[in-house]
């Protein structure tokens, strides 16, 4: 029978990886909520586990937790499929401490980026489980192979047959974050003020922009591509913008420079521009009210 003294102690070992185990997991699913309760799931199975046989508490949480992510996966795809318009990943803010790890490098940033979560989304739920162990947090193929209890061979070829399918990284970390901060305000106050010229100025030629509006809010149901046409759309939502009091704050969303952009005391959405070669390439806006809570939670 557990005491007292041992469920302390299972919850303090708990809590000594709870943050990582919620960073691997927002990795594994691109959705806070189901992250956090992946997690909890995990805890229920460590409070649960005779943990007398657990050698290493690191791995065996992490293996519980990405297999719980795995069977998750599966039920999201057929949710997403109905989804009502584009699909994106919830947004978390980055410059309110380490909630998704330490994103000190180029390589950090884009494990956590909306392009790269979107793109995850093409891959099978081994081949994500393998790309995000081993891109994001360095993990071995041998331990990959322990966690998914497959061979490492195997292993191996889900982890080339991912890089395969999400391709090189496009550069987007190129630019320094002080000059990608100065293209996002530009971007915005040229949004605002309708100057064509200066929007034309930072819009790439094949730009595309992504609207997450679930169904809940009024947003585009398809990608927008071109720059004429991304113009027009941008200028639309700029306009609708004036008829109320609207305040901008320039915000770290998954890595990147964004905006958050509030009616009232209300987060209405949150924009991610996302930068190549110092041209905007594409844009992601984050509507739907049901994944701005969290960033809401976060503080301005």
């Known amino acids: 029978m557990e005491t007292g003294g041992d469920a302390e102690s299972a919850a303090r070992e708990f809590e000594a990886h709870r943050a990582r185990l919620f960073a691997v997991g927002y990795r594994l699913l691109g959705s806070v909520s189901e992250a956090e309760d992946a997690v909890q799931d995990t805890y229920l199975r460590w409070n649960g586990a005779d ?4 050698l290493v508490p690191a791995a065996w949480l992490t293996k519980v937790l990405t297999n719980l992510c795995l069977n998750r996966l599966a039920s999201a795809r057929a949710r997403r499929e109905s989804y009502v318009g584009p699909w994106l990943p919830e947004p978390v803010r980055t410059d309110r401490g380490e909630v998704l790890g330490v994103l000190e490098t180029a390589v950090q940033r884009e494990s956590v980026s909306l392009a790269l979560l979107t793109l995850l989304e093409e891959l099978t739920p081994a081949e994500r ?14 331990e990959i192979a322990e966690i998914l209890d497959v061979r490492e061979e195997h292993s191996r070829q889900l982890h080339r047959r991912a890089r395969l399918r999400v391709g090189e990284p496009r550069g987007r970390y190129a630019v320094d974050a002080a000059q990608r901060a100065r293209i996002v305000e530009r971007f915005f106050a040229a949004t605002i003020a309708g100057d064509v010229a200066g929007l034309e100025r930072l819009l790439a030629e094949d730009v595309v922009s992504w609207a997450d509006g679930g169904g809940n809010m009024t947003a585009a149901r398809r990608a927008i591509v071109g720059r004429e046409k991304v113009l027009r759309y941008l200028f639309g939502l700029g306009a609708r913008l004036e008829g109320g009091p609207i305040g901008l704050a ?6 990147e420079s964004a905006m958050l952009i509030h009616l009232g005391d209300t987060l209405a959405a949150v924009v991610v521009p996302e930068i190549t070669d110092g041209l905007i390439t594409c844009v992601r806006l984050i509507l739907n009210p049901d994944k701005l809570a969290f960033v809401a939670g976060q503080g301005a």
Request: glycine share 12%; no cysteine.
């Open 51 to 54: 943990r007398a046989g657990v």
């Open 129 to 142: 489980a393998v790309f995000v162990l081993r891109e994001a947090f360095g993990y071995s193929h041998r």
């Open 250 to 255: 320039p915000a770290e969303i998954n890595g």
